[in-house]
């Protein structure tokens, strides 16, 4: 047995690890790691909302019970297998889920796929449009913050941060449409753009659904303008809830590293206030939002419902709540398992670039 005294005088003394310690796991284990728990996490969520959806009885009867004659809606029941046993439907859902195979609508007699891809891009493209502004909001007035911590601005600043945060989605969508676009009419009331527009757009042979991506690969510089004009409500009300929360964090982050050795060091040698800030101070503070940012997505997401419903934005949320009304459970089923994969995904792409980023994230 090796003991203190037998050891080489440098592990003896501490000053470097024994051959047999492990010194932690490495980037590809991490990532493997949280690649796996991908799988647990949306298989818990698919299951939930399987019985939570079956609490009220079978989807047929919810969404079109009272509508239907007594006998074509049993035939309806027996011919979609809802009057098999709950657990024979849970294995089967779970199979066909395996094959890509999410039903069909039970509103609108959509293919459930279909559906998820013709609404989907609108959503991403308004959580692409949202993050943006969040990003633009949050880093700059987060370090302006910073550089004035506790005086007149940092105060302005923390109590925006908290109203942005604090203020209902739909809530600021109203007064958005009540001052810019009823008020100043200086931007569109509600849709994603002029309907001659939307019709050239989707027209596009191998189009994303992007619209402004789209109206860039088709250069119709006009459409682009309508596009954006459209999206700068949208953006602003659901890119404020975000904001606010980077905001904070950057302004808490940068106060941080101000305080470090190595940024005394710097002010000691005449470095001004502002590159010390900007330069040595902004980087170290990224690393936070990169990391919370895979749970801010899912609060877009979730914040997609009502601004989509807001703004008449045709995406997932806006159809989520058309199904909900409807109460087409199937629909609601496979937008909810969509949304669990985007942000399951996303949170793993965030954990592979904060691991790539930060070192210390791995072990």
Same mark, same amino acid.
């Not at 297998?81 to 439907?89: E, F, L, M, N, T």
């Given at each position: 047995?090796? %003991?203190?005294?037998?050891?080489?005088?440098?592990?003896?003394?501490?000053?470097?690890?024994?051959?047999?310690?492990? %010194?932690?796991?490495?980037?590809?284990?991490?990532?493997?790691?949280?690649?796996?728990?991908?799988?647990?996490?949306? *298989?818990?969520?698919?299951?939930? =909302?399987?019985?939570?959806?079956?609490?009220?009885?079978?989807?047929?009867?919810?969404?079109?019970?009272?509508? +239907?004659?007594?006998? #074509?809606?049993?035939?309806?029941?027996?011919?979609?297998?809802?009057?098999?046993?709950?657990?024979?439907?849970?294995?089967?859902?779970?199979?066909?889920?395996?094959?890509?195979?999410?039903?069909?609508?039970?509103?609108?007699?959509?293919?459930?796929? $279909?559906?998820?891809?013709?609404?989907?891009?609108?959503?991403?493209?308004?959580?692409?449009?949202?993050?943006?502004?969040?990003?633009?909001?949050?880093?700059? +007035?987060?370090?302006?913050?910073?550089?004035?911590?506790?005086?007149?601005?940092?105060?302005?600043?923390?109590? *925006?941060?908290?109203?942005?945060?604090?203020?209902?989605?739909?809530?600021?969508?109203? !007064?958005?449409?009540? @001052?810019?676009? @009823?008020? !100043?009419?200086?931007?569109?009331?509600?849709?994603?753009?002029?309907?001659?527009?939307?019709?050239?757009?989707?027209?596009?042979?191998?189009?994303?659904?992007?619209?402004?991506?789209?109206?860039?690969?088709?250069?119709?510089?006009?459409?682009?303008?309508?596009?954006?004009?459209?999206?700068?409500?949208?953006?602003?009300? !659901?890119?404020?809830?975000?904001?606010?929360?980077?905001?904070?964090? @950057?302004? %808490?982050?940068?106060?941080?590293?101000?305080?470090?050795?190595?940024?005394?060091?710097?002010?000691?040698?005449?470095?001004?206030?502002?590159?010390?800030?900007?330069?040595?101070?902004?980087?170290?503070? +990224?690393?936070?939002?990169? %990391?919370?940012?895979?749970?801010?997505?899912?609060?877009?997401?979730?914040?997609?419902?009502?601004?989509?419903?807001?703004?008449?934005?045709?995406?997932?949320? *806006?159809?989520?709540?058309?199904?909900?009304?409807?109460? $087409?459970? @199937? #629909?609601?089923?496979?937008? =909810?398992?969509?949304?669990? =994969?985007?942000? #399951?995904?996303?949170?793993?792409?965030?954990? =592979?670039?904060?691991?790539?980023?930060?070192?210390?994230?791995?072990?």
């Amino acid at each position: 047995m090796t %003991t203190l005294i037998d050891a080489p005088p440098q592990e003896a003394d501490g000053l470097l690890p024994s051959k047999k310690t492990k %010194t932690g796991g490495g980037l590809g284990k991490y990532l493997v790691v949280r690649f796996l728990l991908i799988f647990p996490t949306i *298989f818990i969520l698919i299951t939930l =909302v399987f019985f939570l959806m079956r609490i009220t009885g079978d989807p047929i009867t919810a969404a079109l019970g009272g509508r +239907l004659p007594p006998d #074509a809606l049993q035939a309806r029941i027996h011919a979609a297998g809802y009057d098999r046993p709950i657990w024979v439907q849970y294995f089967e859902y779970l199979g066909q889920i395996a094959t890509g195979n999410f039903g069909r609508t039970i509103s609108d007699n959509l293919k459930v796929t $279909d559906m998820l891809a013709t609404y989907g891009t609108a959503t991403l493209e308004l959580a692409i449009n949202s993050l943006v502004v969040a990003l633009i909001i949050g880093i700059p +007035l987060g370090m302006v913050a910073a550089k004035y911590r506790d005086k007149w601005p940092d105060a302005v600043l923390r109590i *925006f941060a908290i109203l942005s945060y604090a203020t209902p989605v739909f809530f600021a969508g109203l !007064l958005l449409k009540l @001052v810019f676009a @009823v008020g !100043l009419g200086w931007l569109p009331v509600a849709g994603r753009a002029k309907s001659g527009n939307e019709i050239a757009l989707t027209a596009l042979a191998n189009p994303t659904g992007i619209y402004w991506l789209d109206a860039i690969r088709s250069g119709n510089l006009a459409a682009l303008g309508d596009v954006m004009a459209h999206a700068v409500l949208p953006a602003i009300a !659901l890119g404020l809830l975000t904001g606010g929360v980077f905001l904070r964090l @950057v302004r %808490t982050n940068v106060i941080g590293t101000l305080s470090r050795d190595y940024v005394e060091a710097g002010r000691s040698r005449g470095i001004r206030e502002f590159r010390l800030v900007t330069k040595h101070a902004y980087k170290p503070a +990224l690393i936070p939002i990169i %990391t919370v940012m895979g749970l801010q997505i899912a609060l877009l997401l979730g914040g997609a419902v009502l601004t989509e419903t807001t703004f008449e934005w045709k995406g997932l949320g *806006f159809q989520l709540a058309q199904y909900l009304t409807a109460r $087409d459970f @199937v #629909a609601v089923q496979g937008i =909810v398992v969509l949304l669990a =994969v985007i942000v #399951a995904l996303t949170n793993f792409i965030v954990d =592979v670039v904060a691991a790539l980023i930060d070192p210390r994230v791995r072990y």
